[in-house]
């Protein structure tokens, strides 16, 4: 999902400190950097199908790169918090999942739109879930 949707679509600006290259591309000094980590996610060059959610593609031999996946950012001020924020994303999601069922509500028979909406942070628009409570105890077909 971090692929898909990075939270920090265009990262933070940076400020060159002085005359550089990045891939052969000369950086004077003071120019400001915006690393575009949706384009990087979407490079077709780098991602089969790049605009599918297909998390098997991290598996080995699914033709993921786990190199090429830099929601928090690359270099010396990479995102302080991706640990914290890896391991928060692991267990809220496991409970959410352990302890919900989500379905549509009726009448609605397509899943919502999940393309977000781009500002500093990518936005989820508004939209609507019914989270069933799963029985306690739950059994493996309960699981669905
Ligand atoms: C899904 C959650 C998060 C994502 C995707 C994310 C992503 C990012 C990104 C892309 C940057 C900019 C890196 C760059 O410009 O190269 C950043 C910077 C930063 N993030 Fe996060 N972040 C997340 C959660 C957090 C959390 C939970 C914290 C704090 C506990 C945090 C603290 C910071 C700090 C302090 C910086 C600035 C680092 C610097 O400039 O040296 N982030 N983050």
Redesign the pocket.
């Known amino acids: 999902v971090?692929r898909l949707r990075?939270?920090?679509p265009l990262?933070?600006?940076?400020r060159a400190i002085r005359d550089s290259s990045i891939a052969g591309y000369f950086i004077p000094k003071d120019t400001v950097i915006i690393?575009n980590?949706f384009g990087a996610h979407h490079d077709p060059a780098v991602w089969t199908d790049p605009y599918s959610f297909r998390p098997e593609r991290f598996l080995e031999g699914g033709g993921g790169s786990t190199r090429a996946l830099?929601?928090?950012?690359?270099?010396?001020?990479?995102?302080?918090?991706?640990a914290?924020?890896?391991m928060?994303?692991f267990l809220l999601t496991a409970y959410l999942l352990r302890d919900f069922q989500f379905v549509l509500p009726e009448g609605k028979s397509s899943p919502p739109d999940l393309r977000g909406v781009a500002s500093v942070v990518l936005k989820i628009k508004s939209y609507e879930v019914i989270a069933r409570p799963r029985p306690h105890g739950h059994s493996q077909d309960e699981i669905q």
């Open positions: 971090l990075p939270a920090a990262a933070l600006p940076h690393p980590l830099i929601p928090f950012g690359a270099g010396a001020r990479l995102c302080l918090g991706e914290v924020a890896k928060e994303l």
